[in-house]
């Protein structure tokens, strides 16, 4: 597509329900990349993809986050159990192959509240 | 480990203002630059970058240069708009390992008055 679409753009969920959050990444373009965004709040890594390699999960805060990603396709994070400070908006970014210097295209987003 | 830091807002001006929204950094080796600006109710979007000591990034009057020998990479705008209102990110790449994610700064909100 165009750009890096991302789905829902709104979430509102019990506290303890599991939630799963899409990101559609540019075609063609095999790193991706997810970050969360706290309200007051810089972007925090959770995960990285680049094509066939094994994911850098680093910055995912607990085992409650996951995710996958088929290819150089479809993402989705999964979130289980939800906390109220899960809530932030969450933010998948694509970029060319080990496109070091030619920044990231974002989508717009995911807002996720838990109440 | 790498660290971005900006200077605190809000930042409140008058339209045609000069603006700066400084940023250092603390990286191992040459990592590259990046501003990015988040217009409201709309995604981040890459606003300019660049690559190496003394490179200046522009784009849509918003300079920054890439200065080693203070770690900075401050982003300026000779005058102000108010279509300028948005919140703006510095962030670099990290280059250790091999997954070329970013380091962000907090960000700082501009609120640019008619």
């Known amino acids: 597509g165009a750009g890096v679409s991302q789905s829902p753009s709104n979430k509102v969920t019990e506290k303890g329900k599991d939630v799963e959050l899409r990101c559609d990444p540019i075609?063609?373009?095999?790193?991706l990349y997810w970050y969360r965004q706290r309200l007051g709040q810089g972007l925090e890594f959770l995960i990285y993809?680049?094509?066939?390699?094994?994911?850098?999960k680093s910055g995912l805060p607990s085992d409650r986050f996951s995710a996958e990603r088929t290819g150089e396709s479809v993402s989705t994070l999964t979130i289980q159990r939800t906390q109220q400070e899960d809530s932030a908006v969450y933010l998948c970014?694509?970029?060319?192959?080990?496109?070091?210097?030619?920044?990231?295209?974002f989508g717009s987003g995911t807002r996720l509240t838990v109440v | 480990g790498d660290s971005v830091t900006q200077m605190e807002g809000p930042v409140t001006l008058s339209e045609e203002a000069f603006l700066t929204i400084n940023c250092t950094y603390t990286?191992?080796?040459?990592?590259?630059l990046f501003w990015y600006v988040q217009y409201p109710g709309e995604g981040l979007q890459l606003l300019l970058k660049?690559?190496?000591a003394d490179d200046k990034g522009s784009n849509k009057g918003f300079e920054a240069t890439y200065r080693k020998e203070t770690t900075s990479f401050h982003l300026e705008k000779g005058s102000v708009q108010v279509s300028d209102s948005a919140v703006y990110f510095c962030?670099?790449?990290?280059?250790?390992?091999?997954?070329?994610?970013?380091?962000w700064g907090l960000g700082t909100s501009l609120a640019v008055n008619p």
């Open positions: 970014a694509s970029s060319p192959d080990r496109a070091k210097y030619r920044g990231y295209t």
């Open positions: 075609s063609g373009h095999t790193a």
């Open positions: 962030a670099l790449s990290d280059l250790t390992g091999n997954n070329r994610k970013l380091i």
């Open positions: 993809f680049q094509g066939n390699s094994a994911p850098d």
């Open positions: 990286a191992t080796g040459y990592p590259s």
């Open positions: 660049a690559t190496k």
